[in-house]
């Protein structure tokens, strides 16, 4: 790992506390933090999350999207899983996004405190699924107007695709950490993602962090399939 400028973050996409250990000790040694979501802590709940991500670094991917004062009571109950990162939707507005940064401060020791990190536009989505729900012009337009609006508000990081990260640095420099899913090794098959890019190509745009699931978990061989985006990562 060391000499890697692009790290790898594992997404434990599951229901079930042994299985989601049993990926994170299979990609330990490649992996440089786990993710666990919306799937695995509606089904075990918020003890399970920090269990299962043992000593790893913990990117706590709930994607807050509500009220201020929801959001920002929500992030009030999280101070014991200690988590590296977390999100939140950057649609949910200005006030939102400061409401989240103001609780990541009161709710967080300072030299504790997970990085905020605001969803841009969900790699799942194109140009067409993002007219569907009202929003004119391309994706790349709305990811850069929404990291700046989250920028501006407090958030330390952007989540985004490959293809967004030059004109997120363009716009907004090197100051956003950028947290990268919609990653794909050649060959493997897309699924629900729409804009995608293969570890190797996210390297060379600048992704900070690339976050894969299916190829890993999915794999025949979760351990080798982790090793080989790890190598792909430090080539
Ligand atoms: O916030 C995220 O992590 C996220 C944002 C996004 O735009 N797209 C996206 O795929 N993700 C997450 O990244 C992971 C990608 O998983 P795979 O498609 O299986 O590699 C999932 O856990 C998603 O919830």
Same mark, same amino acid.
């Given at each position: 790992?060391?000499?890697?400028?692009?790290?790898?973050?594992?997404?434990?996409?599951?229901?079930?506390?042994?299985?989601?250990?049993?990926?994170?000790?299979?990609?330990?040694?490649?992996?440089?933090? *786990?993710?666990?979501?919306?799937?695995?802590?509606?089904?075990?709940?918020?003890?399970?999350?920090?269990?299962?991500?043992?000593?790893?670094?913990?990117?706590?991917?709930?994607?807050?999207?509500?009220?201020?004062?929801? *959001?920002?009571?929500?992030?009030?109950?999280?101070?014991?899983?200690? %988590?590296?990162?977390? #999100?939140?939707?950057?649609?949910?507005?200005?006030?939102?996004?400061?409401?989240?940064?103001?609780?990541?401060?009161?709710?967080?020791?300072?030299?504790?405190?997970?990085?905020?990190?605001?969803?841009?536009?969900? #790699?799942?989505?194109? #140009?067409?699924?993002?007219?569907?729900?009202? *929003?004119?012009?391309?994706?790349?337009?709305? *990811?850069?107007?929404?990291?700046?609006?989250?920028?501006?508000?407090?958030?330390?990081?952007?989540?985004?695709?490959?293809?967004?990260?030059? %004109?997120?640095?363009?716009?907004?420099?090197?100051?956003?950490?950028?947290?990268?899913?919609?990653?794909?090794?050649?060959?493997?098959?897309?699924?629900?993602?729409?804009?995608?890019?293969?570890?190797?190509?996210?390297?060379?745009?600048?992704?900070?962090?690339?976050?894969?699931?299916?190829?890993?978990?999915?794999?025949?061989?979760?351990?080798?399939?982790?090793?080989?985006?790890?190598?792909?990562?430090?080539?």
């Amino acid at each position: 790992m060391p000499g890697r400028s692009t790290r790898l973050i594992v997404a434990l996409d599951t229901k079930d506390t042994a299985q989601a250990v049993r990926w994170r000790e299979q990609a330990a040694g490649h992996a440089d933090a *786990v993710k666990l979501g919306l799937e695995f802590t509606y089904a075990r709940g918020l003890d399970a999350v920090r269990a299962a991500a043992g000593d790893s670094p913990l990117f706590l991917d709930l994607k807050l999207h509500d009220i201020p004062n929801t *959001v920002a009571s929500a992030i009030g109950s999280l101070a014991a899983l200690r %988590p590296a990162m977390l #999100t939140i939707h950057a649609s949910g507005g200005r006030a939102m996004i400061a409401a989240a940064r103001r609780a990541v401060d009161e709710t967080f020791p300072s030299g504790s405190r997970p990085l905020l990190l605001a969803v841009t536009v969900l #790699t799942s989505m194109d #140009t067409q699924g993002l007219h569907e729900v009202g *929003v004119p012009g391309s994706v790349e337009e709305q *990811v850069v107007r929404l990291g700046r609006l989250a920028m501006e508000s407090g958030a330390d990081g952007l989540v985004c695709s490959s293809h967004e990260i030059t %004109p997120l640095r363009r716009a907004l420099g090197d100051g956003p950490v950028l947290v990268v899913p919609g990653i794909r090794p050649a060959g493997s098959a897309l699924g629900d993602q729409k804009r995608v890019m293969t570890p190797a190509q996210a390297r060379a745009a600048g992704a900070d962090w690339i976050v894969v699931g299916r190829p890993i978990t999915r794999a025949p061989d979760p351990a080798a399939a982790a090793a080989a985006i790890a190598a792909e990562l430090s080539a």
